[in-house]
């Protein structure tokens, strides 16, 4: 994590400045303690931010150990317990998909996703279409608004 920059810019009518450049800001009581509350709250919301970009890295991490040894783990309790060979690639396949790694169900929600993406191009296409015939009825040439 790098250092952050905080910009605060203050908007109002009723702004008292020092100068009559309003470069500056006259620091009232009440301005310095809002500016002071919104800053807490953007630290506050920065560090859930960072805090759950953590965890997620973690568990990221965490998983790809599991898919590096796992198969590992899973020869060597066959050996062990002299289990069937076909039995194998089954429970390879239970643990990817425990992982949430099984490339089928990826593959089929990524599908779903498309389509869905395309049914809103789709529906936004028509609206925009359904507007702009409005827009045209609606002007009369010859007159200007």
């Known amino acids: 994590m790098g250092p952050y920059i905080i910009a605060v810019s203050v908007v109002s009518p009723f702004i008292k400045f020092k100068n009559a450049s309003k470069e500056t800001v006259d620091a009232s009581d ?51 317990s002299k289990a069937p060979q076909p039995l194998k690639k089954k429970v390879q396949d239970g643990l990817m998909k425990i992982l949430g790694r099984d490339a089928r169900t990826t593959e089929k929600e990524l599908k779903e996703a498309h389509d869905v993406l395309e049914e809103h191009k789709k529906a936004e296409q028509k609206v925009n279409e359904e507007h702009e015939l409005s827009q045209e009825k609606n002007n009369v040439p010859g007159v200007q608004v």
């Open 30 to 80: 009440e301005l310095v303690e809002e500016i002071r509350r919104a800053l807490i709250q953007a630290g506050q919301r920065l560090s859930k931010h960072i805090r759950k970009e953590v965890k997620a890295f973690e568990l990221e991490e965490k998983i790809r150990h599991i898919e590096q040894f796992g198969p590992i783990l899973i020869d060597g309790l066959f050996r062990i």
